[in-house]
């Protein structure tokens, strides 16, 4: 009985050891796990499976998978050349712009707002907003806008291409329909924090249509927007 007690003991001891010289994988994943352990598996566009030193096996899926490198070249800093990515979670926005009017009325503007939403994984982003702008124009001096915001980033890296859409209402001095599209390009600047630089299109409706001698005021206001904001 002690014999078999020992050579099982001595089993599992050589499998201990065995497994620590074969746990040389870091798997870093999007949501900033880090998993070591030995790389099992991994089938491309598909998934990685791992085997940890507890015995266990785990299977991601490549989605989730940030970077695969070896333990001994990695010196235990995995992922930090990608905190600069977009991360799953709370987002939120300051953002200035200024809009070139065109079309009859012409109206140039600034304007300030704030979005906060929530990113649901790399690439997609939902959220909501509050804004002001003021038109130079004396027709209408100035809006609240209210809208909802929905963004794609295309790839989960510190420099990456974005398409932006927002959409909602105004009141004021001109009260109506709120839409902008915009594309850009964002820089991350370290974990949770960017800068966001781009170009697009506003159109603002108003429900009041009037025409007078010096300061027409027509059904909408519309023109070339350019943006820069702040991520955290």
């Not at 989730?64 to 010196?75: H, P």
């Not at 991360?87 to 704030?114: H, M, P």
């Not at 209210?146 to 420099?159: G, P, T, V």
């Not at 630089?197 to 025409?211: D, N, P, W």
């Amino acid at each position: 009985m002690k014999k078999i007690l020992f050579i099982l003991l001595s089993l599992a001891g050589m499998s201990a050891m065995t497994l620590s010289a074969k746990s040389k994988t870091v798997l870093s994943l999007k949501n900033g796990s880090t998993v070591y352990g030995e790389l099992v598996e991994m089938v491309v566009g598909e998934h990685v499976t791992m085997l940890l030193s507890d015995g266990s096996q785990w299977v991601y899926d490549m989605d989730e998978v940030l970077k695969i490198e070896d333990l001994a070249k990695s010196g235990l800093q995995v992922g930090k050349a990608c905190d600069s990515g977009v991360k799953k979670g709370y987002r939120g926005f300051v953002e200035a712009d200024y809009t070139l009017g065109v079309g009859k009325t012409k109206e140039d503007k600034v304007g300030f707002s704030t979005t906060h939403g929530y990113q649901f994984n790399p690439h997609f982003f939902l959220g909501g907003g509050l804004g002001a702008n003021y038109y130079f124009q004396d027709s209408s001096n100035g809006t609240f806008v209210m809208f909802a915001d929905f963004r794609y980033d295309l790839f989960d890296r510190k420099f990456t291409p974005f398409f932006d859409f927002k959409g909602g209402y105004a009141i004021g001095d001109v009260e109506g329909a709120y839409l902008s599209p915009t594309i850009g390009c964002r820089m991350g600047l370290g974990k949770n924090f960017a800068m966001n630089f781009g170009l697009g299109y506003t159109l603002q409706r108003s429900f009041e249509t009037t025409v007078d001698e010096y300061y027409p005021i027509y059904g909408s206001m519309h023109g070339f927007t350019t943006r820069i904001s702040f991520e955290f």
